[in-house]
């Protein structure tokens, strides 16, 4: 294929990315031994939108900022105008809302999932809350992640708890406006480390399922187990009609939330590959919503958070170099060797002179890194927060 044809399918590719970064990115956060405050995190929610606004001045491809509710609108429904105006003010708008059912006091024993129907209630009416707060502000999804579970076999049933899952998630699909959509999240273990509630894509599925056809699947790159093809669950869902968006990060042994791609970013490629396979076919595809969660506390967050969308579109543009139609016809034909190379071919192109063009042509940063670097805005925002952070962490994320 001529490198003309290869680079209308890569520009074509990255015009149609987009990814959302997530306001707990730009906070200070630590680990469950210690929290390390930089002097440049964000303290509030001003601050989140404005280096949200620094990041997708430098890529282009970060419209859209993921707004936690227990962090950015602590006072629910009545704070969306506050964030109206920031969106105004940034240019950058409201993504996905994330509710918080995992650091109140109440759920200390679960939250949509608690053998108390009072502290049920309570975790519905946030949900539900959520839902509100997505509507204020035109916010397409609402992200569910729930961390109930248990420690100890015998201490909880697992089976009564499917019902009140199922019982919250109904009622707070109900209240979905018809283009809202809720994304329901998965994760093998922690906090909870004997079961939780929703533990892999299977349970997610159905649960989503028995809320209602606009509750969707969420994959979070971090939440398997070592080995997991995911991918292939991608696929799956992809078949299903079931697959709503992701969490992308990478790991090398549990949910480690370190940069996309850092440890296997042939994987990323992989899951890319199944989506962009879909879309080669011309089907109705809808696109999942590509979202990062990750919260650096070594790396810088705003270096971390550059150097990351950078990466997703370096993998989004080598899984564009896959050629469809050869590779289906290499596959038919059981040639194994050919079909592997014409796959990891792709993989093993380096995009990023085509990457450096595409920016050029639409006024990027040709090097979105540098121009971080070279346009202070780090070192501007550290002495502006600098004092703010001297006081400590504010929560882990
Ligand atoms: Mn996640």
Redesign the pocket.
């Known amino acids: 294929m001529s490198a003309d044809v290869l680079k209308t399918r890569v520009f074509a590719a990255l015009d149609s990315f987009a990814i959302e970064i997530p306001s707990w990115g730009f906070a200070n956060t630590g680990t469950r031994f210690g929290k390390f405050t930089q002097a440049a995190a964000a303290t509030s929610i001003e601050e989140k939108f404005a280096d949200a606004a620094e990041v997708n001045r430098l890529t282009g491809v970060t419209p859209t900022l993921a707004l936690h509710v227990l962090w950015d609108l602590p006072k629910g429904v009545a704070d969306a105008p506050k964030i109206k105006e920031l969106e105004a003010k940034t240019g950058v708008r409201a993504g996905s809302i994330n509710p918080n059912l995992f650091q109140e006091a109440e759920y200390k024993y679960g939250s949509i999932c608690n053998p108390s129907a009072e502290v049920r209630e309570k975790a519905t009416a946030h949900l539900i809350d959520s839902v509100e707060i997505g509507k204020a502000l035109g916010s397409a999804e609402v992200s569910l992640?729930v961390a109930d579970g248990s420690n100890y076999p015998g201490t909880q049933s697992m089976r009564r708890r499917i019902g009140w899952m199922k019982e919250a998630l109904a009622r707070a699909h109900a209240a979905l406006a018809p283009d809202q959509i809720m994304l329901v999240?998965y994760k093998p273990f922690e906090p909870a480390f004997y079961h939780t509630d929703i533990a892999d894509w299977g349970m997610a599925l159905e649960l989503s399922r028995s809320a209602g056809p606009q509750a969707k699947v969420?994959v979070?790159t971090?939440?398997h187990y070592q080995g997991t093809n995911i991918e292939q669950i991608v696929a799956w869902l992809i078949e299903l009609n079931a697959l709503g968006g992701f969490?992308f990060n990478d790991r090398k042994y549990a949910d480690d939330d370190l940069t996309l791609g850092s440890i296997d970013p042939y994987q990323i490629f992989r899951i890319f590959h199944e989506i962009l396979f879909e879309q080669s076919k011309g089907s109705a595809f809808k696109k999942p919503a590509f979202m990062i969660?990750q919260s650096h506390n070594l790396k810088g967050k705003i270096e971390a958070m550059v150097q990351t969308v950078v990466t997703a579109q370096e993998l989004y543009a080598k899984a564009a170099l896959v050629d469809q139609e050869k590779l289906v016809g290499l596959q038919d034909a059981c040639s194994l060797v050919e079909a592997e190379e014409a796959f990891r071919g792709a993989f093993w192109t380096d995009v990023r002179p085509w990457l450096r063009e595409w920016r050029e042509q639409r006024g990027l940063a040709a090097d979105p890194m540098a121009a971080l670097r070279a346009g202070g805005y780090v070192e501007r925002i550290t002495a502006e927060r600098k004092e703010k952070n001297a006081g400590g962490a504010s929560s882990y994320a």
Do not use: Q, Y
């Open positions: 992640w999240e969420l979070d971090g939440h969490h969660d």
